[in-house]
């Protein structure tokens, strides 16, 4: 069975700081793909990254950054200069063999100016 | 091009009551996933579609709960006998294929009175 686990349920920085949204994750499977999304107060679910299982490599997009590391099956999301922008809920998210997806319940996020 | 989209947007049925709540995908999108959001939690997966293949309903919380994606594009959700504890956000949301990035609609805010 796929589960993903988000630990942080809130986090609270101030403008300008760095801030790491920790995921992680179990699954049997040998391949399988993760996700992160965010959910603004808008409500629409926004997709940020898909990673598969062969590729550990970080990515960076602009002020996003994600470390993936199978070692200790984490998938963790990094925003350097945080803005009141980033301020959202952020999901982790599973698929794997079946496609099965699943979410972790989230991280809410709110940068003050 | 147009994105998924959900109707109604909101719904408000008595306790007792059938509802139906529809998806359109985008156009193309072999895979079609049905999720729950109750308020301020994460995203349940309900149930999940890709092409013609029979649905994957491991997420569906009762028999209440039922869903069909017609032409394998249209997919509705019926809930049967609504009880209070379905109130919730209902998202839908499609992929070109399973191991791609989802794309969600706006949801369906069920409130069961």
């Known amino acids: 069975a796929q589960k993903v686990t988000q630990a942080q349920t809130e986090i609270s920085v101030v403008e300008k700081e760095d801030v790491t949204l920790d995921c992680v994750y179990e699954t049997r499977d040998t391949t399988y793909y993760l996700f992160w999304y965010k959910q603004p107060p808008s409500g629409e679910l926004v997709f940020l990254i898909r990673?598969?299982?062969?590729?550990?490599q970080n990515e960076i997009s602009g002020r996003y950054s994600w470390n993936f590391q199978k070692s200790t099956s984490s998938f963790n999301f990094t925003i350097t200069a945080s803005q009141v922008v980033d301020s959202a809920v952020y999901f982790c998210?599973?698929?794997?063999?079946?496609?099965?997806?699943?979410f972790g319940a989230g991280t809410r996020l709110t940068v003050k100016p | 091009g147009a994105g998924v989209s959900q109707s109604p947007s909101n719904k408000v049925t008595e306790k007792g009551k059938d509802v139906e709540l529809r998806c359109d995908p985008i156009?193309?999108?072999?895979?079609l996933y049905w999720y729950r959001q109750s308020l301020g939690q994460g995203l349940e997966f309900l149930i999940y579609?890709?092409?013609?293949?029979?649905?994957?309903k491991s997420g569906l919380p009762s028999d209440r709960f039922s869903a069909e994606r017609t032409g394998g594009s249209v997919s509705t959700l019926t809930i049967q006998r609504t009880q209070q504890e379905d109130s919730a956000v209902y998202l839908c949301?499609?992929?070109?294929?399973?191991?791609?990035?989802?794309?969600f609609g706006p949801g369906t805010r069920l409130t069961v009175t």
């Open positions: 949301a499609s992929s070109l294929d399973p191991i791609t990035e989802q794309y």
């Open positions: 990673r598969n299982s062969f590729d550990e």
């Open positions: 579609f890709q092409g013609n293949s029979a649905p994957d």
């Open positions: 156009s193309g999108h072999t895979a």
């Open positions: 998210a599973l698929s794997g063999y079946n496609n099965d997806m699943r």
